[in-house]
């Protein structure tokens, strides 16, 4: 079982900043490609950011292409996602999630927290 708690969501104004962490509680965290997710509401939910178990290969969706950047600490067991120049349309809840590096589908997920930009 792999347990994921996010923390540093909360209220920025349009082109602010924030930075997103997520802990894992796993013996192997190396063993596990990460992401990040986000759903606003009425929309569904979305994959914004995933990085590869080593670190080495990364993944944006085009709306936060040269915006967000994904980095894992697999010593700390973490994986952050930095946000800059935030939009109201990047108000969403962020969700966590691990996703063992042979499988098709991300098995574990945090609880989620909310980011929301003003404009």
């Known amino acids: 079982q792999v347990q994921l708690v996010e923390s540093g969501g909360g209220l920025v104004q349009a082109g602010g900043s924030l930075r997103l962490s997520c802990a894992a509680s796993v013996l192997t965290f190396s063993s596990y490609a990460m992401g990040w997710f986000r759903q606003a509401p009425g929309k569904e939910r979305e994959r914004v950011a995933s990085?590869?178990?080593?670190?080495?290969?990364?993944y944006y969706a085009d709306s936060v292409k040269g915006r967000f950047t994904i980095s894992r600490d697999n010593a700390k067991n973490t994986v952050s996602l930095q946000m800059n120049s935030l939009k109201p349309e990047d108000t969403a809840v962020y969700y966590c999630a691990a996703r063992v590096v042979s499988g098709d589908e991300y098995d574990y997920w945090g609880q989620g927290t909310q980011v929301t930009v003003s404009s």
């Open positions: 990085i590869n178990w080593s670190g080495s290969s990364t």
